[in-house]
T-cell receptor, first 114, second 114 residues
Framework: RKEVEQDPGPFNVPEGATVAFNCTYS??????FFWYRQDCRKEPKLLMS?????NEDGRFTAQLNRASQYISLLIRDSKLSDSATYLC???????????????WGLGTSLAVNP | EPEVTQTPSHQVTQMGQEVILRCVPI?????FYWYRQILGQKVEFLVS????????KSEIFDDQFSVERPDGSNFTLKIRSTKLEDSAMYFC????????????FGSGTRLTVV
């Protein structure tokens, strides 16, 4: 099982649609979770941090299910400007030590169409 | 909003040459990172730096690579004897704490080795 796994998409949705991205992770001891957004040939930008069961920020809702080792990102009322790649990132302990690092998913591509 | 700045934005170099990529992390951040992303591929961790020393490095970060924090503000990545496969976007990132909190990324340096 991959450490962090996402559906690569692409997701093509019309403006105004609701779209959900899913992400699964392998290490049950993972502590913090992030959704980053990356536009083509640009740097990843932090969209949401998830430390407990989830949080909401405007049109964006992130949910965490620790039992299923699953994180989701929901975008409501999608806009053309939401078109980007959405990266699921998990903070994991490595091996048996205290060393934590971020593990990146491959990303899910979203295209919002007029 | 505080930024991580990277220079140059684009560097073209001949195979076998040395390049230095420069980064100015956010001023109160203590942890610094270099990542790279080959076009169309996932974001890959190279190295983390804390307390003036490397705290972790990936398999990619071999003897060809080195990092330095020559003064209180700059954080550099040196690539000796560049190869064609070093062509990628190189992102610098910084964080106030360790990976638990996620990172802020710079806008990247596009390195093209010809």
């Amino acid at each position: 099982r991959k450490e962090v796994e996402q559906d690569p998409g692409p997701f093509n949705v019309p403006e105004g649609a609701t779209v959900a991205f899913n992400c699964t992770y392998s290490n049950s001891a993972s502590q913090s979770f992030f959704w980053y957004r990356q536009d083509c040939r640009k740097e990843p930008k932090l969209l949401m941090s998830v430390y407990s069961s989830g949080n909401e920020d405007g049109r964006f809702t992130a949910q965490l299910n620790r039992a299923s080792q699953y994180i989701s990102l929901l975008i409501r009322d999608s806009k053309l400007s939401d078109s980007a790649t959405y990266l699921c990132v998990v903070n994991m302990y490595q091996n048996a030590g205290n060393n934590r690092k971020l593990i990146w998913g491959l990303g899910t591509s979203l295209a919002v169409n007029p | 909003e505080p930024e991580v700045t990277q220079t140059p934005s684009h560097q073209v170099t001949q195979m076998g040459q040395e390049v230095i990529l420069r980064c100015v992390p956010i001023s109160n951040h203590l942890y610094f990172y270099w990542y790279r992303q080959i076009l169309g591929q996932k974001v890959e961790f190279l190295v983390s730096f804390y307390n003036n020393e490397i705290s972790e490095k990936s398999e990619i970060f071999d003897d060809q690579f080195s990092v330095e924090r020559p003064d209180g503000s700059n954080f550099t990545l040196k690539i000796r004897s560049t190869k064609l496969e070093d062509s990628a976007m190189y992102f610098c990132a910084s964080s106030v704490g360790d990976s638990y909190y996620g990172y802020t990324f710079g806008s990247g340096t596009r390195l093209t080795v010809v």
